[in-house]
C-alpha cells in the first residue's frame, strides 16, 4: 500500500493540483505605496493582513531564546509593519473610513505600564519595544524611573521658609500660651506689687524714726539698707579686680637690678676705656708715621 507522500507525487494527484490552481485568480500583492489604493474596502482588507502580520511577529518576539540580533530585527520589522499600517489608516480616512488611529494601543513598560517614549534609541519618533526586547541591554534602562534624588537645600531655601511664627510671634494666636501664662503672670505681678508696697512702708518708717530721732527696729534698717549694702559690696568686688588687673600688670624682675652709684661706676669706667682706645690709637699713627719717615716711605 503507497504512502501519503508517495500519493501526492503520483502524476494523477500532480495534474488535479495545477488544474485546481489554474482555476484561482491570480494573488494579490499589497500595493507599496498606500495612495495607489482607490478603494476602501481594499484598503481595510490591506489594513487587516498588515495587522495580522503584526500579531505574528509579536507573539514569536516574546521568545526570550531566540537571541539578541533576531529580537531586534523582529522589533524593527514590527515597527516597520506599525507605520505602513498608519499609512493605510490614513488612507482609508482620506476615502472616507474610520478613524482607526484614535484607538490604537499605547506603549507600555514591564509591568504594563503606559509610558511616552517619543524617541528613545534614535531611530524615529514612535519608535517601540515589543515582548523580550524590552529587556535587551540598552533598552531596559530606557523603561526603568531613574532614581529621585534628594536635592540638598540652600542657605537661601531655608530662610525662604521663616515667617514670624518660626520667632515665635504667632504664638498667642491660638489662646493656649494665654491660658497657661494668664494665672501664673497674675501670681508674679501680685507678688511684685506686694513687695513694693513693704518696701514702700518700710521706707516710710524708717523716715518717721529719723525725723523723730528714734532708732528704727533691725529688720525695718535691714530692708532699707538692702540696696546700700549691695552698692557697697558691688564696690569692693570691683576694687578687688582693680587690685588683680594691676598685679597681673607689675612687672617681676627675676634678677638684681644695680642702683645709681653701681649705675655711675660702669658709666665712668666706659668713659676711661673710651679715652684709653683714643690715645692708642693716636700713640700708634704717630709710630707708624716715624717709621715712614725712616724708611723715606712716600704716599
Known amino acids: 500500500m503507497a504512502r501519503n ?32 489604493c482607490r478603494d476602501l474596502s481594499d484598503a481595510d482588507k490591506w489594513r487587516q493582513q498588515i495587522m495580522r502580520e503584526i500579531g505574528r511577529k509579536v507573539a514569536e518576539i516574546q521568545n526570550e531564546g531566540l537571541g539578541e540580533h533576531r529580537l531586534r530585527d523582529l522589533n524593527d520589522e514590527i515597527n516597520k509593519l506599525i507605520r505602513e499600517k498608519v499609512h493605510w489608516e490614513r488612507r482609508i480616512v482620506e476615502l472616507g473610513g474610520p478613524n482607526y488611529s484614535r484607538y490604537s494601543a499605547k506603549m507600555t513598560d514591564l509591568e504594563g505600564n503606559i509610558v511616552d517614549v517619543p524617541n528613545p534609541s534614535g531611530r524615529g519618533p514612535g519608535y517601540r519595544y515589543f515582548g523580550a526586547a524590552k529587556k535587551l541591554p540598552g533598552v531596559k534602562e ?3 524611573k531613574p532614581p529621585e534624588l534628594r536635592k540638598r537645600r540652600s542657605r537661601y531655601d531655608i530662610y525662604k521658609r521663616i515667617d514670624a511664627s518660626y520667632y515665635g510671634y504667632r504664638d498667642d494666636e491660638d489662646g493656649v500660651l494665654e491660658k497657661v501664662e494668664g494665672p501664673a503672670e497674675e501670681r ?11 518696701m514702700e512702708e518700710i521706707k516710710k518708717e524708717a523716715r518717721k524714726a529719723v525725723k523723730s530721732g528714734e532708732v528704727a527696729e533691725v529688720g525695718a534698717a535691714k530692708g532699707i539698707l538692702f540696696e546700700e549694702e549691695e552698692d557697697v559690696v558691688e564696690e569692693e568686688r570691683r576694687e578687688k579686680e ?11 624682675v627675676h634678677v638684681p637690678l644695680p642702683d645709681e652709684k653701681e ?5 665712668l669706667e666706659k668713659k676711661k676705656m673710651e679715652l684709653l682706645s683714643k690715645y692708642a ?13 725712616m724708611l723715606n716711605i712716600q704716599r
Open 5 to 36: 507522500e508517495e500519493k501526492a507525487q503520483s502524476m494523477l494527484n500532480r495534474f488535479v493540483t495545477m488544474k485546481a490552481e489554474e482555476k484561482k485568480k491570480p494573488k494579490e500583492r499589497r500595493p507599496f505605496l498606500a495612495s495607489e
Open 263 to 267: 649705675i655711675e661706676r660702669m658709666v
Open 142 to 144: 530606557l523603561f526603568e
Open 281 to 293: 690709637s693716636e700713640d700708634l699713627l704717630e709710630e707708624q708715621v716715624e717709621a715712614k719717615a
Open 188 to 198: 508674679m505681678r501680685a507678688e511684685a506689687v506686694a513687695e513694693w508696697m513693704r
Open 242 to 252: 582693680l587690685e588683680e588687673k594691676e598685679k597681673e600688670k607689675e612687672f617681676v
